[in-house]
């Protein structure tokens, strides 16, 4: 089966400045690469998603690369602001109504 | 769109006790569901996938006798933890995918149930 590591699994970041989260995948048959934010106690909210047939993709401050031959994929999130505090988790699966398996996380925290 | 609802919000019960957790897509028909575990500080782990009308799969190592899981139709899909213990407590997170065209390869998922067994 799919196995997605993530790291790093904390990460303190300035206001500001940029942070940057990264994965790995093993199924090479995967080609939907999801990234979440969760916040305590809340559920999991889709911040990006990738698929396969792209390498890049980005929605205002924050960037997806994906690199296939690799097997790895990428999150960035530039100009860091106090509200990007979070859990982030990365995801692999092979699309459709397929299930997902989540990197570990990632717990940022923007300093002031 | 895509809203998914889950239903307790969270819930003490005695060791021994069954508990029942419903989730429910809201505005979409949800043809896959899917439940997850999330222990404090941890990932979430699959627990089973469901499809409406057919059987669950489990993931190796869940117990299907004791999780039950029921997808009777394609807005709702429960989780019945059966014979509760004090290390089921957890958080337990339910999403759902949509007809292909639809919400394509995103899951959406509910708010989470809290259980704690006493």
Known sequence: GENVEQHPSTLSVQEGDSAVIKCTYSDSASNYFPWYKQELGKRPQLIIDIRSNVGEKKDQRIAVTLNKTAKHFSLHITETQPEDSAVYFCAAGRGGNEKLTFGTGTRLTIIP | ?118
């Open chain 2, 1 to 118: 769109g895509a809203v998914v609802s889950q239903h307790p919000s969270w819930v003490i019960c005695k060791s021994g006790t069954s508990v029942k957790i419903e989730c429910r897509s809201l505005d979409f028909q949800a043809t896959t569901m899917f439940w997850y575990r999330q222990f404090p500080k941890q990932s979430l782990m699959l627990m089973a996938t469901s499809n409406e009308g057919s059987k669950a799969t489990y993931e190796q190592g869940v117990e299907k006798d004791k999780f039950l899981i029921n997808h009777a139709s394609l807005t709702l899909s429960t989780l019945t933890v059966t014979s509760a213990h004090p290390e089921d407590s957890s958080f337990y997170i339910c999403s759902a995918t949509g007809l292909a065209g639809g919400t394509g390869n995103e899951q959406f998922f509910g708010p989470g149930t809290r259980l704690t067994v006493l």
